[in-house]
């Protein structure tokens, strides 16, 4: 069972991203980024894998992500999609710690976010207690996805 940050459902992709070799800015000339963005893993030319969305400028145009460019380029095709982070199960079989790291979650979302971990996966990622789960984790921000 994973679980992630995701303000948008699904992948967004956008033409207009831009980025400076050496540097950790992702811009875009459409100005479309956006809070719900922070967490989302990054997929474009010249950015390592796995980088993801660390902070948003306040008017939209730029993106400080976890890691820098290798190179310069843009504009191109950037896609920004849920990052999916794995939750462990105790010896009991409860969920008890969801990771933090790229996620900064209050404690009143941990709590819940914990609570959909447990659901889901009492219910075996099937059926009414299922759906209630990701009903909990949407109200979170958050999806949830058995691997």
Not at 13 to 22: G, K, M, N, R
Request: net charge neutral.
């Amino acid at each position: 069972m994973t679980t992630t940050k995701s303000g948008k459902a699904g992948n967004r992709t956008f033409a207009t991203a831009s980025v400076v070799i050496s540097t950790a800015t992702l811009s875009d000339s459409a100005n479309s980024f956006t809070q719900a963005d922070v967490g989302l893993l990054v997929t474009t030319t010249n950015v390592p894998a796995a980088t993801t969305i660390l902070s948003v400028a306040a008017n939209g145009a730029t993106a400080t992500m976890s890691a820098n460019a290798t190179a310069t380029s843009g504009p191109q095709s950037c896609t920004l999609s849920p990052n999916y982070l794995p939750v462990t199960l105790d010896s009991v079989g409860c969920v008890t710690v969801a990771p933090s790291a790229p996620l900064t979650l209050a404690p009143g979302q941990l709590h819940n976010t914990l609570r959909a971990c447990n659901q889901w996966h009492n219910a075996g990622g099937a059926g009414e207690h299922s759906l209630m789960a990701q009903k909990i984790a949407a109200a979170q921000g958050m999806s949830l996805q058995e691997v």
